[in-house]
């Protein structure tokens, strides 16, 4: 079934299947008032930017979502307030690959299972990592970086926006899949300074999220994307080839979507998931993400959801292990 009808067809089914759910679920009715939705991230982010599309649609099928802004810790700090909290529907967590995979991989003793402590309600979008050079670095492709990244070694190094982040895990997992461990780690706080210090020409490459400000950049010639590390070539810029193209294997992206706590009963995670699925047949969401350079995850459903983490946790945790990420 084609994405565009497996979403019309959710969008259809979605009514009905919350009304058989709400009966199962008792004489209560769920939701009864605001929904709080904990983003692990300050404001401004592309995870949050996501959340709040996400809880501004959302508001016809399930009712009112506030946000709630608690950084920290790569998104531990927030997530784990979550797997603590009443496990009744009313808090939720938007969480991505950073908070359900990275960050707690690099704790000692992290504050919660990932896998264990949370539902996977919906996968709603993903942000692909790039590899993006400085005008000055000698290569128009993916395969001529390679190239030159070998012969250069510990004399290259590649910005991050930060220990521990996407960015950081898909500068590692180039690192191994080329062979090249010297490249030196030049960790920012944030992707922005680690931008600006690329485009001025301080480092020479990184591999940011794609943003619609990396996206600029490139098309105005301040630096130079030769990949996306997607597993197929972006809709918002198929011009682009995909890394795995030329590096099968060179796949980073951070995915984020809804989580709620271990114990929330069955009937509300199936009513959230269908809202969400509801969300992702919304024209005007779809644009929005694709003009931040974000695409939808193209299954909204809690089961896609649990499958797509389980195999990025199996793919990502031994990239991190044979990196010696730590936070």
């Not at 497996?6 to 009864?32: D, K, N, W």
């Not at 996968?123 to 001529?144: Q, W």
């Not at 992206?253 to 699925?277: E, H, K, N, W, Y």
């Amino acid at each position: 079934m084609k994405r565009r009808d497996f979403f019309t067809f959710s969008s259809g089914a979605v009514f009905a299947g919350a009304l058989a759910r709400g009966a199962a679920f008792g004489q209560s009715r769920y939701p009864e008032r605001a929904i709080r939705l904990v983003v692990p991230y300050a404001p401004g982010g592309v995870v949050d930017a996501v959340a709040r599309h996400w809880a501004d649609k959302v508001k016809q099928p399930l009712g009112t979502v506030v946000i709630e802004n608690q950084g920290g810790a790569g998104g531990v700090v927030g997530a784990g307030s979550v797997a603590r909290s009443q496990p009744d529907g009313y808090t939720l967590l938007f969480g991505d690959t950073s908070s359900q995979i990275i960050a707690p991989s690099l704790m000692a003793t992290p504050p919660y299972d990932a896998a264990k402590d949370f539902i996977a309600v919906s996968m709603v979008a993903t942000s692909s990592t790039a590899v993006v050079v400085h005008p000055s670095v000698p290569a128009n492709t993916l395969a001529e970086f390679i190239a030159y990244a070998k012969s250069k070694g510990a004399e290259l190094s590649y910005a991050s926006a930060g220990t521990g982040t996407v960015t950081n895990l898909a500068g590692e997992l180039f690192k191994q899949l080329i062979g090249t461990p010297a490249i030196v780690h030049v960790p920012y706080r944030g992707a922005g300074p680690g931008l600006t210090d690329l485009v001025s020409g301080v480092v020479p490459f990184m591999m940011p999220n794609i943003t619609g400000q990396v996206l600029d950049l490139h098309r105005s010639g301040k630096v130079r994307i030769l990949a996306v590390c997607s597993p197929v070539r972006l809709k918002p810029a198929p011009e682009i080839p995909a890394a795995n193209e030329t590096l099968p294997g060179l796949v980073v992206q951070l995915a984020c979507g809804v989580f709620a706590p271990a114990g929330t009963p069955d009937a509300v995670v199936a009513q959230i998931a269908d809202a969400s699925a509801v969300v992702a047949n919304d024209p005007a969401f779809l644009r929005a993400l694709e003009a931040a350079g974000l695409e939808l995850r193209p299954d909204a459903s809690s089961t896609g959801a649990r499958e797509f983490l389980d195999a990025e946790r199996r793919r990502l945790v031994p990239v991190i292990r044979a990196a010696g990420m730590k936070t």
